[in-house]
């Protein structure tokens, strides 16, 4: 396939041909289509690289009344996101070997290429997880004793032991439990769904307990010459202590999600417990201190958390309603409705969302176009905002904390290019995701 006169992020025009084995062939001007070559004509629109969400949670196996591998990666495609990378909190946990593979069998429906993370729980057994094409450990909850896979500091430090004698991150979810405001959630917390007080959650799971937690992280790290990637940092302050940990030498990075970039306490009172995560929304302030630090380049990667539930669990009562939202479809299209509105370059938007993930875990075919690299694309009309409607999107609980904000979604991504997503028509494509895991040993 030859794409002709589109614009990359950094403002070029070139055209773009893809080989028959979906690597990007060539970035030049003026390539001629060669006889029988497809040739899809894109000037006027941006070509980006597909986005790698390095923070997904499909459900499966265990949770496939909320989400599946398919509907979670049509979901994936239709946002531009071609690389997911899901977390090891399904059931069973992804802690050793069997379970490792077990869900890869499930993932084999993905539309969009996929990594499998691996847990850490006192059960863990390193050794049959790392015999799989794991390049990384997941979510490792730190002492966070009111997640179920939560663990403490000694555990922590053999999962970073055993991830730096292989060389791969640990991505950590950091809130220390013991600082949580339990008053917060006494007295009336406004009944269930949407009529419930989320503010109640927010001042319940402080900010304070989440920046305590990312520090010790950050020095159980530095300590073991650990790579750590503190998941979802919710505060101005966690994404400064990564960067200065950072700056120091640490082998550290830091994600941000869209929710906490886009929606705050101030601002999302409407949605109840439709708006229960962790961590957990922070101020108005707080918001806007988190996204002029993404502006300026202080953010690493902005991955989603995508954690869906179904509107029957969420309607539950505060205390009850379990913590999570979906967002894998909404990740490129808000941040590009943010650089349509010059508040975001599109370069950074490029680099946190592709060139970033897959640098920090080492997908080298991945995040970029350029020659060499997977034809993992998307095709967009950067000036043609459209209002996010959940019922337009592709996730299975078909809801959204986005509601009504707009974002400049995809007309068309590829993944290794071959197309997975049409917004006109739609492909009707069945799977054709592979393991990335696979990509990193062969390369
Ligand atoms: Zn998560």
Not at 259 to 277: I, P, Q
Not at 350 to 372: M, Q, S, T, Y
Request: hydrophobic share 40%.
């Amino acid at each position: 396939m030859l794409i002709t006169g589109a614009t990359l992020a950094d403002g070029r025009v070139r055209d773009v041909r893809i080989g028959d084995d979906g690597r990007i062939a060539a970035v030049s001007e003026g390539l001629g289509a060669d006889a029988g070559e497809r040739v899809l004509e894109a000037r006027g629109r941006h070509l980006l690289p597909g986005a790698v969400d390095v923070h997904v949670h499909f459900r499966e196996p265990g949770g496939s009344h909320k989400e599946t591998w398919t509907s979670g990666s049509e979901s994936a495609a239709a946002g531009g996101v071609t690389t997911v990378v899901d977390q090891p909190n399904t059931s069973p946990p992804t802690v050793d070997g069997a379970a490792f593979s077990s869900k890869a069998a499930l993932a084999a429906d993905s539309l969009v290429d996929y990594g499998i993370n691996g847990g850490v729980t006192p059960d863990w057994d390193p050794e049959s997880l790392f015999e799989r094409p794991l390049f990384a450990l997941g979510e490792v909850f730190l002492a966070d004793s009111t997640g179920d896979m939560g663990i403490d500091a000694d555990l922590f430090a053999d999962a970073l032991d055993e991830a730096s004698a292989r060389d791969v991150p640990v991505t950590v979810h950091a809130e220390d439990a013991t600082l949580f405001d339990e008053s917060a959630l006494d007295g009336d917390l406004g009944g269930v769904g949407t009529a419930a007080t989320v503010d109640a959650w927010s001042a319940y799971r402080t900010a304070d307990a989440e920046v305590a937690a990312v520090e010790r992280a950050l020095a159980a790290a530095a300590d073991r010459d650990a790579r750590v990637h503190v998941a979802h940092t919710s505060t101005p302050e966690a994404v400064d202590a990564v960067a200065d940990a950072a700056e120091g030498g640490t082998a550290a990075t830091c994600e941000v999600t869209p929710h906490h970039l886009y929606l705050s306490r101030e601002r999302a009172r409407s949605l109840g417990t439709f708006g229960r995560m962790n961590p957990p929304l922070r101020s108005e302030e707080r918001r806007e201190a988190l996204f002029a630090r993404l502006a300026k380049g202080a953010v690493d990667v902005v991955a989603t958390d995508h954690a869906p539930h179904t509107v029957g669990e969420k309607r539950a009562g505060l205390v009850d309603a379990p913590s999570g939202v979906p967002g894998v479809e909404t990740l490129y299209p808000l941040l590009l409705e943010s650089a349509r509105k010059g508040e975001l370059s599109l370069e950074r938007v490029r680099d946190v969302v592709a060139a970033n993930p897959a640098e920090i875990f080492g997908l080298d075919r991945k995040g970029g176009v350029a020659e060499g690299r997977d034809a993992d694309l998307v095709l967009v009309d950067t000036a043609d905002p459209r209002e996010i409607e959940a019922a337009a999107l592709h996730s299975a609980p078909a809801w959204t904390p986005f509601e009504g904000l707009r974002g400049v979604f995809p007309e068309m991504t590829l993944v290794r290019g071959e197309v997975v997503y049409e917004r006109d028509p739609a492909t009707g494509a069945a799977s054709f995701g592979e393991p990335v895991g696979r990509n990193v040993r062969e390369s």
